[in-house]
Protein backbone atom coordinates (compact mmCIF):
# COMPACT_ATOMS: atom_id res chain seq x y z
CA UNK A 1 0.00 0.00 0.00
CA UNK A 2 1.55 3.35 -1.32
CA UNK A 3 2.02 6.29 1.60
CA UNK A 4 0.01 9.16 1.72
CA UNK A 5 1.46 12.44 1.08
CA UNK A 6 0.80 15.94 1.98
CA UNK A 7 -0.94 16.29 -0.92
CA UNK A 8 -3.85 13.99 0.31
CA UNK A 9 -3.99 16.83 3.02
CA UNK A 10 -6.22 19.45 0.94
CA UNK A 11 -9.25 20.78 1.02
CA UNK A 12 -11.53 19.46 -1.84
CA UNK A 13 -11.84 22.43 -3.78
CA UNK A 14 -8.05 22.17 -4.18
CA UNK A 15 -8.22 18.92 -5.55
CA UNK A 16 -9.16 19.54 -9.08
CA UNK A 17 -5.82 20.96 -9.63
CA UNK A 18 -3.31 17.95 -9.91
CA UNK A 19 -0.37 19.71 -12.27
CA UNK A 20 3.52 18.73 -12.37
CA UNK A 21 3.16 15.39 -9.19
CA UNK A 22 7.06 14.28 -9.13
CA UNK A 23 8.45 12.23 -6.58
CA UNK A 24 11.94 12.04 -4.14
CA UNK A 25 12.03 8.80 -2.02
CA UNK A 26 14.30 6.21 -1.56
CA UNK A 27 14.22 3.64 -3.79
CA UNK A 28 11.63 1.78 -2.96
CA UNK A 29 9.02 -0.62 -5.24
CA UNK A 30 6.41 1.23 -2.93
CA UNK A 31 7.26 4.69 -2.74
CA UNK A 32 4.42 7.82 -2.73
CA UNK A 33 4.29 11.06 -4.52
CA UNK A 34 5.48 14.20 -3.18
CA UNK A 35 3.02 16.81 -4.23
CA UNK A 36 3.52 19.62 -1.26
CA UNK A 37 4.57 23.05 -2.73
CA UNK A 38 6.04 25.43 -0.13
CA UNK A 39 3.74 28.14 -0.26
CA UNK A 40 0.32 26.07 0.15
CA UNK A 41 -1.38 25.58 3.33
CA UNK A 42 -3.44 22.22 3.36
CA UNK A 43 -5.89 21.37 6.25
CA UNK A 44 -7.38 18.35 6.75
CA UNK A 45 -6.72 14.35 5.93
CA UNK A 46 -8.17 12.11 4.07
CA UNK A 47 -6.61 8.77 3.82
CA UNK A 48 -8.43 5.60 1.73
CA UNK A 49 -7.94 2.14 0.09
CA UNK A 50 -9.33 0.28 -2.65
CA UNK A 51 -11.59 -1.71 -0.27
CA UNK A 52 -12.28 0.70 2.34
CA UNK A 53 -13.98 4.56 2.67
CA UNK A 54 -11.85 7.58 3.64
CA UNK A 55 -10.08 6.93 7.24
CA UNK A 56 -10.60 10.30 7.80
CA UNK A 57 -12.67 13.75 7.07
CA UNK A 58 -11.36 16.86 5.45
CA UNK A 59 -11.48 19.78 8.46
CA UNK A 60 -10.55 23.30 8.58
CA UNK A 61 -8.94 24.07 12.01
CA UNK A 62 -9.76 27.83 12.92
CA UNK A 63 -6.94 30.03 12.32
CA UNK A 64 -7.28 31.74 15.90
CA UNK A 65 -8.11 28.58 18.11
CA UNK A 66 -6.21 25.67 16.78
CA UNK A 67 -7.98 22.78 17.33
CA UNK A 68 -5.89 20.02 19.66
CA UNK A 69 -7.64 16.90 18.55
CA UNK A 70 -8.60 17.03 14.61
CA UNK A 71 -6.56 15.40 11.92
CA UNK A 72 -2.93 16.27 11.54
CA UNK A 73 -2.11 18.63 9.03
CA UNK A 74 0.58 21.31 7.68
CA UNK A 75 -2.35 24.34 8.44
CA UNK A 76 -2.69 22.65 12.00
CA UNK A 77 1.34 22.32 13.07
CA UNK A 78 1.79 25.74 11.64
CA UNK A 79 -0.85 27.55 14.01
CA UNK A 80 -0.28 25.63 17.11
CA UNK A 81 3.75 27.05 16.34
CA UNK A 82 2.93 30.15 15.78
CA UNK A 83 1.10 30.23 18.92
CA UNK A 84 4.45 29.18 20.62
CA UNK A 85 2.22 25.84 21.50
CA UNK A 86 5.32 23.50 20.90
CA UNK A 87 3.77 20.71 22.80
CA UNK A 88 0.77 20.43 20.95
CA UNK A 89 3.13 21.16 17.77
CA UNK A 90 4.84 18.00 18.72
CA UNK A 91 2.11 15.93 18.74
CA UNK A 92 0.95 17.22 15.35
CA UNK A 93 3.94 16.08 14.01
CA UNK A 94 4.10 12.34 15.24
CA UNK A 95 0.57 11.74 14.06
CA UNK A 96 1.88 14.15 10.86
CA UNK A 97 4.57 10.87 10.00
CA UNK A 98 2.10 8.35 10.94
CA UNK A 99 -0.07 9.53 8.32
CA UNK A 100 2.89 9.88 5.54
CA UNK A 101 4.09 6.28 6.33
CA UNK A 102 0.96 4.70 5.34
CA UNK A 103 -1.92 2.63 6.11
CA UNK A 104 -0.13 0.08 7.95
CA UNK A 105 1.37 2.59 10.25
CA UNK A 106 -2.09 4.32 10.54
CA UNK A 107 -3.28 1.32 11.95
CA UNK A 108 -0.51 0.37 14.54
CA UNK A 109 -0.32 3.71 15.57
CA UNK A 110 3.45 4.10 15.26
CA UNK A 111 6.23 4.19 12.27
CA UNK A 112 8.51 1.47 11.92
CA UNK A 113 12.19 2.46 11.05
CA UNK A 114 11.65 0.85 7.61
CA UNK A 115 8.26 2.90 6.72
CA UNK A 116 10.34 6.08 6.25
CA UNK A 117 11.95 5.43 3.15
CA UNK A 118 7.99 6.14 2.12
CA UNK A 119 7.90 9.34 3.18
CA UNK A 120 8.58 11.83 0.53
CA UNK A 121 12.07 14.40 0.98
CA UNK A 122 9.52 17.49 0.13
CA UNK A 123 7.04 16.59 2.73
CA UNK A 124 9.86 16.30 5.54
CA UNK A 125 11.24 19.57 4.55
CA UNK A 126 8.09 20.68 4.61
CA UNK A 127 7.37 19.92 8.04
CA UNK A 128 11.39 20.82 9.27
CA UNK A 129 10.98 24.18 7.43
CA UNK A 130 7.74 25.26 9.67
CA UNK A 131 9.96 24.03 13.01
CA UNK A 132 12.54 26.21 11.93
CA UNK A 133 10.61 29.35 11.24
CA UNK A 134 8.87 29.43 14.42
CA UNK A 135 11.94 28.64 16.52
CA UNK A 136 14.65 31.18 15.10
CA UNK A 137 16.38 28.20 13.34
CA UNK A 138 16.69 26.36 16.63
CA UNK A 139 14.38 23.51 16.19
CA UNK A 140 13.31 20.55 13.73
CA UNK A 141 15.01 17.75 12.07
CA UNK A 142 17.65 19.50 10.24
CA UNK A 143 19.14 20.83 12.75
CA UNK A 144 19.06 17.57 14.63
CA UNK A 145 20.93 15.94 12.02
CA UNK A 146 23.62 18.66 12.23
CA UNK A 147 23.75 18.31 16.30
CA UNK A 148 24.38 14.25 15.58
CA UNK A 149 26.90 14.76 13.15
CA UNK A 150 28.72 16.70 15.40
CA UNK A 151 28.67 13.85 17.58
CA UNK A 152 30.18 11.34 15.26
CA UNK A 153 26.20 9.90 15.08
CA UNK A 154 26.82 8.62 18.82
CA UNK A 155 23.09 8.29 20.40
CA UNK A 156 23.90 8.94 23.99
CA UNK A 157 25.96 12.17 23.20
CA UNK A 158 23.11 13.26 21.30
CA UNK A 159 20.73 12.97 23.70
CA UNK A 160 22.68 15.03 26.17
CA UNK A 161 23.34 17.76 23.26
CA UNK A 162 19.50 18.38 22.71
CA UNK A 163 18.28 17.72 25.96
CA UNK A 164 16.69 14.58 26.17
CA UNK A 165 18.77 13.90 29.14
CA UNK A 166 19.46 15.58 32.08
CA UNK A 167 22.59 15.90 33.89
CA UNK A 168 22.02 14.29 37.68
CA UNK A 169 22.84 15.98 41.00
CA UNK A 170 25.47 13.26 42.17
CA UNK A 171 29.60 13.36 42.74
CA UNK A 172 29.70 11.33 39.77
CA UNK A 173 28.88 13.37 36.77
CA UNK A 174 25.74 10.77 35.62
CA UNK A 175 22.65 11.80 33.32
CA UNK A 176 19.61 9.85 33.54
CA UNK A 177 16.20 10.43 30.75
CA UNK A 178 13.42 13.02 30.36
CA UNK A 179 10.57 11.93 31.82
CA UNK A 180 7.84 12.59 29.41
CA UNK A 181 5.90 15.07 28.73
CA UNK A 182 6.67 17.04 31.78
CA UNK A 183 10.84 16.76 31.79
CA UNK A 184 11.01 18.65 28.40
CA UNK A 185 11.20 21.81 27.40
CA UNK A 186 7.86 23.03 26.00
CA UNK A 187 8.43 27.12 26.99
CA UNK A 188 9.83 29.57 25.01
CA UNK A 189 12.90 28.11 22.33
CA UNK A 190 15.27 30.63 23.98
CA UNK A 191 15.15 28.31 27.16
CA UNK A 192 16.02 24.92 24.96
CA UNK A 193 19.24 23.44 23.71
CA UNK A 194 19.42 23.46 19.78
CA UNK A 195 17.44 20.81 18.28
CA UNK A 196 15.28 20.07 21.46
CA UNK A 197 12.19 19.56 19.36
CA UNK A 198 10.34 17.57 17.70
CA UNK A 199 10.98 14.10 19.61
CA UNK A 200 11.11 11.14 18.40
CA UNK A 201 9.90 8.01 20.44
CA UNK A 202 13.56 6.24 20.93
CA UNK A 203 11.29 3.31 22.91
CA UNK A 204 12.12 0.80 20.54
CA UNK A 205 15.56 1.37 19.81
CA UNK A 206 16.88 4.65 17.84
CA UNK A 207 16.43 2.90 14.21
CA UNK A 208 13.88 5.33 13.99
CA UNK A 209 15.55 8.12 14.08
CA UNK A 210 18.29 7.27 12.78
CA UNK A 211 16.04 6.81 9.50
CA UNK A 212 14.78 10.24 9.56
CA UNK A 213 18.25 12.34 10.45
CA UNK A 214 19.50 10.45 7.48
CA UNK A 215 16.45 10.39 4.94
CA UNK A 216 17.69 12.25 1.56
CA UNK A 217 15.47 15.09 2.36
CA UNK A 218 18.48 16.29 5.46
CA UNK A 219 21.17 15.36 3.38
CA UNK A 220 22.46 18.96 3.05
CA UNK A 221 22.12 19.39 6.76
CA UNK A 222 25.56 18.41 8.10
CA UNK A 223 27.78 21.11 7.75
CA UNK A 224 30.64 20.93 5.58
CA UNK A 225 33.31 21.59 7.71
CA UNK A 226 32.63 18.45 9.92
CA UNK A 227 31.98 15.83 7.24
CA UNK A 228 34.92 17.80 5.73
CA UNK A 229 37.26 16.95 8.91
CA UNK A 230 35.88 14.53 10.44
CA UNK A 231 34.78 17.20 13.20
CA UNK A 232 32.94 16.51 16.39
CA UNK A 233 33.52 15.13 19.43
CA UNK A 234 35.43 11.58 19.91
CA UNK A 235 33.73 8.50 19.42
CA UNK A 236 32.77 6.88 22.79
CA UNK A 237 32.83 2.88 23.46
CA UNK A 238 30.28 1.10 21.68
CA UNK A 239 28.08 -1.49 23.84
CA UNK A 240 27.05 -1.50 27.70
CA UNK A 241 27.61 1.53 29.97
CA UNK A 242 29.90 3.96 28.77
CA UNK A 243 32.19 5.28 30.90
CA UNK A 244 34.81 8.09 29.60
CA UNK A 245 36.91 10.38 31.83
CA UNK A 246 37.52 14.84 31.10
CA UNK A 247 39.34 16.62 33.42
CA UNK A 248 39.10 14.19 35.71
CA UNK A 249 35.50 13.63 35.84
CA UNK A 250 34.10 10.16 35.84
CA UNK A 251 30.81 10.07 33.40
CA UNK A 252 28.08 7.67 33.26
CA UNK A 253 26.16 6.90 30.30
CA UNK A 254 22.95 4.25 30.01
CA UNK A 255 22.62 2.80 26.83
CA UNK A 256 19.14 2.47 27.28
CA UNK A 257 16.91 4.92 25.00
CA UNK A 258 13.82 4.45 26.26
CA UNK A 259 12.33 7.50 27.66
Known sequence: MAAASL?????????????????????????SPSLLRQKKVFSGISSSSSSSAAAASVTTPSAATPSTSGPPSLELLAQHLAAGDFRQADDVTRRLL?????EPAQKRGYVFFSEVQFI????????????????????GYSVQRRVWEKTRRDFTRFFVKVGWMKKLDTDVEQYNYRSFPEEFIWGPYDDAPEGH??????LR???LLGTILTHPAFEGAAGEDDLATGGGEPSPPAKGLEETKSAGVRRLFKTDYSF
Not at 98 to 102: D, K, Q, R
Not at 128 to 136: A, F, Q, V, Y
Request: aromatic share 8%; hydrophobic share 30%; net charge positive.
Open 7 to 31: QSLRLPHQRHNRHRHFSFTFPSSSS
Open 98 to 102: IVLAG
Open 120 to 139: SAEDLQAIDRLWGEHSGGKY
Open 197 to 202: LPLTNA
Open 205 to 207: GTQ
